[in-house]
């Protein structure tokens, strides 16, 4: 009776065992769970969050989910995998992503886009004047961020005329919070206003306004985006010393990262060539095509790119879905 019982305790052992096994085995999607995402409120960051949930959900038989938000607000729901994938994270840039990191809470993976920039910008005709359009140049010796401690009044904000204005991002992204400090340790604080759009389109909006009416704006601005590729703008060199390279990884949540293999092994291998990126987000905004149809656009004009993510299986399924 005592053996039997063993054997039988052994059975049962065995058998959870190999029930946790097919149940690892069967991998996230394969067990109902959704993968998702964080709802980014970028061009680029939207046009990748949809590329990869039709990858994942065509290629990999993955619900998924998009769940709206800043991007600070999306980095803690990352930290406590609330959310599974952030499909755009400037790594290093926030403290948010910065303290899971440390604490083994998130994980950047592969590199979805290489040679991206950042800065503050001006236009250029605000330095060199543009001829063509009888603009003078107001600010020539203009070249660096501290320089902007002379030109506030080329920069006047209507607000407060005393003041220059400066673009920050909208409130809520991470850059906001870098630019402010920017101010401070440039001791523009006192004599630049700290504008903060409430959204991204409305700072694009504020940039093509004041440069089809050539006047000067001061702001804070990235690629890749499709505003780069219609005004012609100078980036303002920073202090002596100051490296602002850019990483942007995939950024998931720790417990998918182990949990979910299969599908790590795709985002691992993301990547969008920025000329090409910068391309359809300028085609994005030309031609008025939201971001979920340009994402199916993309993956049927472009199987070269993303075949080389996914199995070949994979492939096979979202091709025909496509």
Not at 113 to 121: L, P, T
Not at 168 to 185: F, H, I, R, V
Request: proline share 5%; net charge neutral.
């Amino acid at each position: 009776m005592k053996m039997n019982k063993t054997l039988l305790t052994t059975l049962f052992a065995t058998s959870l065992l190999a029930s946790a096994g097919a149940t690892q085995a069967a991998g996230w999607c394969e067990s109902g769970k959704p993968v998702k995402f964080a709802g980014l409120n970028w061009e680029s960051g939207m046009l990748l969050t949809d590329v990869l949930q039709i990858v994942l959900e065509k290629g990999y038989n993955c619900k998924t989910d998009s769940l709206p938000g800043n991007s600070i607000t999306m980095e803690n729901a990352l930290g406590s995998n609330d959310i599974q994938i952030f499909a755009e994270e400037w790594v290093g840039r926030s403290e948010v992503w910065n303290k899971a990191e440390k604490a083994g809470k998130v994980v950047g993976v592969g590199a979805p886009v290489v040679g991206a920039i950042e800065g503050w910008y001006v236009p250029r005709y605000v330095i060199e004047g543009d001829a063509k359009r009888k603009l003078e140049a107001k600010a020539p010796d203009l070249k660096t961020i501290a320089d902007l401690a002379k030109y506030s009044a080329v920069f006047k904000d209507q607000e407060e005329p005393a003041k220059g204005r400066f673009y920050n991002c909208p409130a809520g992204w991470t850059c906001e919070l870098d630019n402010s400090e920017m101010l401070k340790s440039y001791g523009l604080e006192s004599t630049y206003t700290n504008f903060r759009p409430g959204t991204g389109p409305a700072l694009d909006a504020a940039v093509l306004s004041s440069y089809k009416r050539g006047e000067p704006i001061l702001f804070y601005y990235w690629s890749p985006t499709p505003l780069m590729g219609q005004v012609d703008l100078v980036k303002l060199e920073e202090k002596p010393g100051v490296n602002k390279s850019v990483t942007i990884k995939v950024g998931l949540s720790k417990v998918f990262h182990e949990q979910a293999p299969e599908l790590v092994a795709v985002l691992e291998k993301v990547n969008l060539p920025i000329d090409l990126l910068n391309q359809n987000l300028a085609r994005m905004t030309k031609e008025r095509i939201e971001s979920p149809k340009l994402a199916k656009i993309f993956l049927k004009e472009h199987p070269e790119i993303w075949h080389a993510w996914v199995s070949d299986d994979a492939a096979k399924k979202i091709d025909a879905a496509l």
